[in-house]
């Protein structure tokens, strides 16, 4: 072969491997396959198709989370709703709470009557006051216990209808822990007269921050003393829209408390009924979207 002869651009030479001619196929490398290049792979673009959600659920754009869990009248709205389709077992519901308080606050009415009476004799009314202030007192712990466990009720009963289901009297009594119950009743009666001694503010507090103890208690089976303090972390967490829901609902049962007490047979269930959707709400607990059925 002479000088000028080309060679076969397969065949190596002292040089190595010609590269083939333009157009044609690649011979394979006999060195091995080309390794990576080196470094670390470039992440993928913020916000692109292959960015993982945020943990829980869907991400969400920064800035752009609600503001409130709920508002004041989307709960008076979903109040109002349950009401009037379960408005006479709601409306003899309050009827209950008013007889049963008036029942054991008519010691006090006859109380008076006999101070009057016995208010021209001293020692009389010496011994009427001895009387009166062990009965009285124990007559208005046991009323007060008894419209607690009647408040645990008819939440019981608001918490069933947040959920779907109308409350009735058939279920109204079947609630979990009646004895964690009557604890709760006790542990916010003792609060509520700290609260007293406390030149009011701490009743005020009381009114406030413990209004889902005995949600937690209900709902959730917590014992007395986690349902009170669950409630006040509750409340402190979403302090304004509570706030605002109770401001609107106190507003409301004074305007229902003008006409001779007649309208509080609808302010008071719409009270219960919007705070149990609140705290639901909060909770992340069942909201039921259609009408209550039985």
């Known amino acids: 072969m002479s000088e000028n002869t080309p060679q076969n651009p397969y065949e190596p030479n002292a040089g190595g491997a010609t590269p083939p001619p333009s157009g044609g196929p690649t011979p394979p490398n006999p060195a091995g396959p080309t390794p990576p290049p080196s470094g670390p792979a470039q992440p993928?673009?913020?916000?692109?198709?292959?960015?993982?959600?945020?943990?829980?659920?869907?991400?969400?754009?920064?800035?752009?989370?609600?503001?409130?869990?709920?508002?004041?009248?989307?709960a008076l709205r979903f109040a109002w709703d349950?009401?009037?389709?379960?408005?006479?077992?709601?409306?003899?519901?309050?009827?209950?709470?008013?007889?049963?308080?008036?029942?054991?606050?008519?010691?006090?009415?006859?109380?008076?009557?006999?101070?009057?009476?016995?208010?021209?004799?001293?020692?009389?009314?010496?011994?009427?006051?001895?009387?009166?202030?062990?009965?009285?007192?124990?007559?208005?712990?046991?009323?007060?216990?008894?419209l607690g466990v009647l408040q645990a009720l008819g939440i019981n009963a608001a918490l069933r209808e947040v959920s779907g289901e109308k409350a009735t009297w058939g279920n109204l009594f079947k609630a979990n822990n009646?004895?964690?119950?009557?604890?709760?009743?006790?542990?916010?009666?003792v609060a509520s007269f700290v609260g007293v001694l406390l030149c009011g503010i701490g009743l005020i507090a009381v009114a406030i921050f413990a209004v889902f103890t005995y949600h937690n208690v209900v709902d959730r089976g917590l014992n007395a003393w986690s349902a009170f303090t669950g409630s006040f972390s509750l409340v402190g967490?979403?302090?304004?829209?509570?706030?605002?829901?109770?401001?609107?609902?106190?507003?409301?049962n004074i305007l229902g408390a003008i006409p001779c007490g007649l309208g509080l047979f609808v302010t008071l269930p719409l009270s219960v009924l919007a705070i149990a959707f609140a705290y639901r709400r909060l909770t992340g607990g069942l909201v039921a979207a259609g009408p209550a059925t039985a």
């Open 44 to 74: 993928p673009v913020y916000g692109g198709a292959s960015q993982p959600p945020a943990y829980g659920g869907p991400a969400v754009p920064y800035g752009t989370q609600p503001t409130s869990p709920f508002q004041t009248g989307e």
């Open 237 to 252: 967490k979403n302090f304004g829209a509570v706030f605002l829901l109770e401001l609107a609902l106190f507003g409301i």
């Open 82 to 146: 349950r009401f009037k389709g379960n408005w006479l077992f709601w409306v003899l519901f309050v009827l209950l709470t008013f007889v049963v308080g008036a029942i054991f606050n008519s010691g006090s009415a006859g109380d008076i009557q006999e101070q009057i009476n016995a208010s021209s004799d001293p020692e009389a009314m010496q011994e009427l006051a001895a009387t009166m202030s062990g009965g009285s007192s124990l007559l208005g712990l046991i009323g007060s216990l008894v």
């Open 178 to 189: 009646f004895g964690m119950i009557i604890l709760a009743a006790l542990l916010l009666m």
